[in-house]
Protein backbone atom coordinates (compact mmCIF):
# COMPACT_ATOMS: atom_id res chain seq x y z
CA UNK A 1 0.00 0.00 0.00
CA UNK A 2 2.80 2.26 0.73
CA UNK A 3 6.13 3.11 -0.22
CA UNK A 4 7.24 4.09 4.26
CA UNK A 5 5.67 0.80 5.28
CA UNK A 6 7.94 -2.16 5.67
CA UNK A 7 5.99 -5.17 6.27
CA UNK A 8 8.03 -8.27 8.06
CA UNK A 9 7.40 -11.64 7.42
CA UNK A 10 5.33 -13.49 10.58
CA UNK A 11 2.35 -14.41 11.39
CA UNK A 12 -0.74 -16.48 10.13
CA UNK A 13 -3.81 -14.28 9.76
CA UNK A 14 -5.48 -16.03 11.95
CA UNK A 15 -3.14 -14.23 15.05
CA UNK A 16 -3.81 -10.93 16.47
CA UNK A 17 -0.49 -9.20 15.96
CA UNK A 18 0.62 -6.85 18.25
CA UNK A 19 3.14 -4.36 18.07
CA UNK A 20 4.88 -3.17 21.43
CA UNK A 21 6.37 0.49 21.04
CA UNK A 22 7.98 2.30 23.29
CA UNK A 23 10.72 4.79 24.36
CA UNK A 24 13.95 3.38 25.63
CA UNK A 25 13.94 2.12 28.76
CA UNK A 26 10.40 2.11 29.26
CA UNK A 27 10.37 -1.67 30.00
CA UNK A 28 9.25 -2.70 26.77
CA UNK A 29 11.25 -5.66 26.33
CA UNK A 30 10.12 -6.62 30.36
CA UNK A 31 6.33 -6.62 29.16
CA UNK A 32 7.47 -8.06 26.21
CA UNK A 33 9.35 -11.15 28.21
CA UNK A 34 6.20 -10.89 30.86
CA UNK A 35 3.72 -11.90 28.20
CA UNK A 36 4.84 -13.96 25.65
CA UNK A 37 7.87 -16.14 28.38
CA UNK A 38 10.15 -17.64 26.74
CA UNK A 39 7.91 -18.06 23.26
CA UNK A 40 10.24 -16.09 21.00
CA UNK A 41 12.49 -15.77 18.38
CA UNK A 42 15.01 -12.98 16.57
CA UNK A 43 14.69 -12.18 13.05
CA UNK A 44 16.33 -8.79 11.71
CA UNK A 45 14.01 -6.92 9.98
CA UNK A 46 13.93 -7.25 6.15
CA UNK A 47 16.70 -5.71 5.26
CA UNK A 48 18.42 -4.08 7.73
CA UNK A 49 20.45 -5.53 11.14
CA UNK A 50 18.27 -4.35 13.51
CA UNK A 51 17.10 -6.96 15.94
CA UNK A 52 13.25 -8.01 15.69
CA UNK A 53 12.20 -10.40 18.25
CA UNK A 54 8.77 -11.89 17.62
CA UNK A 55 7.11 -13.63 20.67
CA UNK A 56 3.92 -15.45 21.13
CA UNK A 57 0.91 -15.23 24.28
CA UNK A 58 -1.89 -16.56 24.78
CA UNK A 59 -5.01 -13.97 25.87
CA UNK A 60 -8.72 -15.63 26.70
CA UNK A 61 -7.52 -18.68 24.21
CA UNK A 62 -6.68 -15.94 20.99
CA UNK A 63 -2.97 -16.60 19.95
CA UNK A 64 -0.96 -13.29 20.05
CA UNK A 65 2.17 -12.89 18.01
CA UNK A 66 3.79 -9.56 19.91
CA UNK A 67 6.40 -7.64 17.44
CA UNK A 68 8.57 -6.08 20.07
CA UNK A 69 9.60 -2.74 18.07
CA UNK A 70 13.60 -0.98 18.45
CA UNK A 71 12.96 1.66 21.27
CA UNK A 72 12.28 5.18 20.05
CA UNK A 73 12.15 8.68 21.35
CA UNK A 74 9.33 9.28 18.65
CA UNK A 75 7.57 8.43 15.45
CA UNK A 76 9.16 10.29 13.03
CA UNK A 77 11.87 9.79 9.84
CA UNK A 78 15.35 10.63 11.69
CA UNK A 79 16.42 7.52 12.78
CA UNK A 80 16.69 3.61 11.08
CA UNK A 81 14.60 2.92 14.21
CA UNK A 82 12.04 5.37 14.03
CA UNK A 83 11.87 4.03 10.04
CA UNK A 84 11.45 0.60 10.94
CA UNK A 85 8.95 1.37 13.75
CA UNK A 86 6.93 3.68 12.20
CA UNK A 87 7.12 1.13 8.95
CA UNK A 88 5.50 -1.54 10.77
CA UNK A 89 3.06 0.27 12.00
CA UNK A 90 2.46 1.68 8.98
CA UNK A 91 2.22 -1.55 7.27
CA UNK A 92 -1.17 -3.16 7.71
CA UNK A 93 0.36 -5.95 9.63
CA UNK A 94 -0.34 -4.97 13.33
CA UNK A 95 -4.16 -5.22 14.61
CA UNK A 96 -2.77 -3.32 18.06
CA UNK A 97 -0.43 -1.73 19.24
CA UNK A 98 1.14 -1.88 23.33
CA UNK A 99 2.46 1.35 24.20
CA UNK A 100 4.93 1.06 27.28
CA UNK A 101 5.04 4.00 28.98
CA UNK A 102 7.84 4.63 32.01
CA UNK A 103 5.24 6.00 34.59
CA UNK A 104 8.50 7.55 36.53
CA UNK A 105 8.97 9.55 33.18
CA UNK A 106 5.19 9.92 31.89
CA UNK A 107 5.65 13.59 30.36
CA UNK A 108 8.22 12.68 28.56
CA UNK A 109 7.32 9.39 27.44
CA UNK A 110 3.63 10.84 26.50
CA UNK A 111 5.29 12.46 23.53
CA UNK A 112 4.84 8.84 21.60
CA UNK A 113 2.30 8.07 22.75
CA UNK A 114 0.46 10.91 21.14
CA UNK A 115 2.57 10.33 17.77
CA UNK A 116 1.10 6.72 18.30
CA UNK A 117 -2.13 7.96 18.84
CA UNK A 118 -2.29 10.46 15.79
CA UNK A 119 -1.06 7.11 13.52
CA UNK A 120 -4.98 5.88 14.76
CA UNK A 121 -4.42 2.37 15.56
CA UNK A 122 -6.17 0.27 18.70
CA UNK A 123 -4.13 0.99 21.15
CA UNK A 124 -3.40 0.00 24.70
CA UNK A 125 -0.99 1.59 26.94
CA UNK A 126 1.00 0.35 29.02
CA UNK A 127 1.54 1.94 32.29
CA UNK A 128 4.62 0.52 33.68
CA UNK A 129 6.86 0.74 36.56
CA UNK A 130 4.23 1.73 38.59
CA UNK A 131 6.33 1.28 41.34
CA UNK A 132 9.19 3.25 40.67
CA UNK A 133 7.17 6.23 39.90
CA UNK A 134 5.19 5.75 43.10
CA UNK A 135 8.38 5.43 45.34
CA UNK A 136 9.41 9.00 43.38
CA UNK A 137 6.09 10.28 44.78
CA UNK A 138 4.34 10.15 41.36
CA UNK A 139 0.40 9.87 42.18
CA UNK A 140 -1.01 9.20 38.56
CA UNK A 141 -4.47 7.63 37.73
CA UNK A 142 -4.82 5.76 35.37
CA UNK A 143 -8.71 5.91 34.97
CA UNK A 144 -8.65 9.97 34.39
CA UNK A 145 -5.42 9.14 32.09
CA UNK A 146 -7.25 6.81 30.11
CA UNK A 147 -10.88 8.86 29.87
CA UNK A 148 -8.32 11.57 28.30
CA UNK A 149 -6.19 9.31 26.04
CA UNK A 150 -9.55 7.28 25.07
CA UNK A 151 -7.63 4.22 25.34
CA UNK A 152 -7.64 1.36 27.67
CA UNK A 153 -4.54 2.33 30.17
CA UNK A 154 -3.18 -0.76 32.44
CA UNK A 155 -0.53 -0.06 35.46
CA UNK A 156 2.06 -2.68 35.95
CA UNK A 157 5.27 -3.52 37.04
CA UNK A 158 6.69 -5.73 34.74
CA UNK A 159 9.56 -6.63 36.27
CA UNK A 160 7.17 -8.43 38.98
CA UNK A 161 4.88 -9.93 36.65
CA UNK A 162 2.19 -7.62 37.70
CA UNK A 163 -0.05 -6.27 35.24
CA UNK A 164 0.24 -9.72 32.93
CA UNK A 165 -3.75 -10.34 33.11
CA UNK A 166 -5.27 -6.89 32.77
CA UNK A 167 -2.94 -6.40 30.05
CA UNK A 168 -3.93 -9.49 28.21
CA UNK A 169 -7.67 -8.34 28.95
CA UNK A 170 -6.92 -4.98 27.30
CA UNK A 171 -5.77 -5.90 24.36
CA UNK A 172 -8.23 -8.29 23.45
CA UNK A 173 -11.15 -6.22 24.96
CA UNK A 174 -9.67 -3.27 22.50
CA UNK A 175 -8.89 -5.67 19.45
CA UNK A 176 -13.10 -6.74 19.57
CA UNK A 177 -14.54 -3.86 20.53
CA UNK A 178 -16.04 -1.53 17.53
CA UNK A 179 -14.86 1.66 18.22
CA UNK A 180 -11.32 0.51 19.31
CA UNK A 181 -9.57 4.07 17.68
CA UNK A 182 -9.16 6.34 20.01
CA UNK A 183 -10.96 10.15 18.78
CA UNK A 184 -8.06 11.60 20.95
CA UNK A 185 -7.05 14.83 18.91
CA UNK A 186 -3.58 16.67 19.73
CA UNK A 187 -4.19 20.87 19.20
CA UNK A 188 -1.83 22.41 17.53
CA UNK A 189 -3.22 25.84 18.21
CA UNK A 190 -5.25 28.25 16.25
CA UNK A 191 -2.57 29.66 14.07
CA UNK A 192 -0.90 25.54 12.92
CA UNK A 193 -4.49 24.18 12.72
CA UNK A 194 -5.68 26.34 10.26
CA UNK A 195 -3.38 26.21 8.03
CA UNK A 196 -3.35 22.20 9.17
CA UNK A 197 -7.17 22.17 7.47
CA UNK A 198 -6.14 23.67 4.23
CA UNK A 199 -3.59 21.07 3.90
CA UNK A 200 -5.55 18.27 4.97
CA UNK A 201 -8.58 19.45 2.84
CA UNK A 202 -6.00 19.38 -0.62
CA UNK A 203 -4.97 15.87 1.08
CA UNK A 204 -8.84 14.80 0.68
CA UNK A 205 -8.65 15.30 -3.01
CA UNK A 206 -5.23 13.71 -3.30
CA UNK A 207 -5.24 9.66 -4.57
CA UNK A 208 -1.75 9.43 -3.09
CA UNK A 209 -3.40 10.38 0.45
CA UNK A 210 -5.53 7.67 0.15
CA UNK A 211 -4.38 4.51 2.94
CA UNK A 212 -3.88 7.43 5.15
CA UNK A 213 -4.49 9.02 7.82
CA UNK A 214 -5.17 12.33 6.35
CA UNK A 215 -4.80 14.47 9.73
CA UNK A 216 -1.74 12.20 10.57
CA UNK A 217 0.23 12.95 6.54
CA UNK A 218 -1.03 16.86 7.24
CA UNK A 219 0.99 16.97 10.69
CA UNK A 220 3.93 14.99 8.98
CA UNK A 221 3.86 16.72 5.92
CA UNK A 222 4.11 19.93 7.95
CA UNK A 223 6.79 18.49 9.88
CA UNK A 224 8.93 18.26 7.06
CA UNK A 225 8.88 14.63 7.05
CA UNK A 226 11.24 13.53 4.39
CA UNK A 227 9.85 10.13 4.21
CA UNK A 228 6.11 11.37 4.08
CA UNK A 229 7.43 13.66 1.33
CA UNK A 230 8.47 11.01 -0.48
CA UNK A 231 4.60 10.07 -1.13
CA UNK A 232 4.20 13.05 -3.13
CA UNK A 233 7.28 12.97 -4.80
CA UNK B 1 8.05 27.85 19.34
CA UNK B 2 10.83 28.70 16.85
CA UNK B 3 13.33 26.79 15.28
CA UNK B 4 15.61 28.90 13.15
CA UNK B 5 18.89 27.94 11.52
CA UNK B 6 21.97 28.12 13.44
CA UNK B 7 23.03 31.75 13.40
CA UNK B 8 26.02 33.24 15.21
CA UNK B 9 24.56 35.34 17.58
CA UNK B 10 27.02 36.90 20.30
CA UNK B 11 26.22 40.14 19.82
CA UNK B 12 22.51 40.02 20.49
CA UNK B 13 23.12 37.23 23.08
CA UNK B 14 24.86 40.26 25.36
CA UNK B 15 22.00 42.20 24.53
CA UNK B 16 19.45 40.04 25.48
CA UNK B 17 20.80 38.85 28.69
CA UNK B 18 20.62 35.09 27.32
CA UNK B 19 23.40 32.65 27.08
CA UNK B 20 23.94 29.12 24.97
CA UNK B 21 23.90 26.44 27.32
CA UNK B 22 27.43 25.12 26.29
CA UNK B 23 28.71 28.12 28.43
CA UNK B 24 27.53 27.21 31.63
CA UNK B 25 29.15 25.76 33.96
CA UNK B 26 28.03 22.82 36.32
CA UNK B 27 25.99 23.57 38.88
CA UNK B 28 24.31 26.20 37.18
CA UNK B 29 20.52 26.41 36.55
CA UNK B 30 18.82 27.92 33.48
CA UNK B 31 15.49 28.07 31.28
CA UNK B 32 15.74 27.18 28.31
CA UNK B 33 14.19 29.94 25.91
CA UNK B 34 15.03 28.61 21.84
CA UNK B 35 16.72 25.93 20.36
CA UNK B 36 18.42 27.20 17.34
CA UNK B 37 18.36 24.71 14.90
CA UNK B 38 16.31 22.10 12.67
CA UNK B 39 16.19 18.65 11.75
CA UNK B 40 17.12 15.48 13.85
CA UNK B 41 18.82 17.73 16.47
CA UNK B 42 15.74 20.03 17.09
CA UNK B 43 13.52 17.12 16.81
CA UNK B 44 15.57 14.76 19.71
CA UNK B 45 15.90 17.71 22.01
CA UNK B 46 12.52 18.38 22.17
CA UNK B 47 11.83 14.59 22.51
CA UNK B 48 14.14 14.43 25.65
CA UNK B 49 12.34 17.54 27.30
CA UNK B 50 14.25 20.07 25.97
CA UNK B 51 11.42 22.53 25.27
CA UNK B 52 11.22 26.44 25.65
CA UNK B 53 10.30 27.35 29.11
CA UNK B 54 11.82 24.41 30.89
CA UNK B 55 13.94 24.23 33.83
CA UNK B 56 17.42 22.86 33.17
CA UNK B 57 20.38 21.92 35.54
CA UNK B 58 23.90 21.09 34.77
CA UNK B 59 25.10 18.41 36.53
CA UNK B 60 28.57 17.82 35.22
CA UNK B 61 31.00 17.41 32.33
CA UNK B 62 32.19 14.51 31.40
CA UNK B 63 35.89 13.67 32.05
CA UNK B 64 36.98 14.85 28.66
CA UNK B 65 34.83 17.62 28.85
CA UNK B 66 32.48 16.15 26.28
CA UNK B 67 29.57 15.63 26.91
CA UNK B 68 28.00 17.92 29.53
CA UNK B 69 25.29 16.24 31.47
CA UNK B 70 21.78 17.99 32.27
CA UNK B 71 18.95 17.40 34.63
CA UNK B 72 15.57 18.04 32.78
CA UNK B 73 12.17 17.05 33.87
CA UNK B 74 13.88 14.44 36.86
CA UNK B 75 15.65 13.19 33.65
CA UNK B 76 19.47 13.01 33.06
CA UNK B 77 20.31 13.79 29.44
CA UNK B 78 23.58 14.04 27.93
CA UNK B 79 24.25 16.67 25.27
CA UNK B 80 27.62 17.02 23.43
CA UNK B 81 28.94 20.59 23.83
CA UNK B 82 28.57 21.30 20.07
CA UNK B 83 24.42 20.77 20.20
CA UNK B 84 24.29 22.80 23.92
CA UNK B 85 25.54 25.45 21.89
CA UNK B 86 22.34 25.37 20.06
CA UNK B 87 19.98 26.21 23.08
CA UNK B 88 19.14 29.47 23.87
CA UNK B 89 18.92 29.77 27.21
CA UNK B 90 18.07 32.56 30.32
CA UNK B 91 20.40 31.65 33.38
CA UNK B 92 19.03 31.54 36.72
Keep these: MTDIAGSADSADSAEIVVAVAGQPNSGKSTIFNMLTGVRQFVANYPGVTVEKRVGRADCRGHKLTLVDLPGTYSMTSYSLEERIARGFLLSGEPHLVLDVVDASNLERNLVLTFQLLEMRMPMVVSLNMMDVAEGGGVRIDPKRLSEQLGVRVVPTVAKKGRGKKEVCEALMSTYESKDAVSDFRLDYGPQLEQSLATVEQALAADDRASGYDLRWLTVRLMAGDQEVRKIFA | ?92
Excluded: W, Y
Aim: with cysteine; charged share 25%; glycine share 8%.
Design chain 2, 1 to 92: MAVTDTTDQKDVTAMTGTKRLNSLKPGDSCILKDIKGTGATAQRFMDLGLIPGVTIKVVRNAPLVDPVELLVKGSHVSVRHSEARKIEVIPL
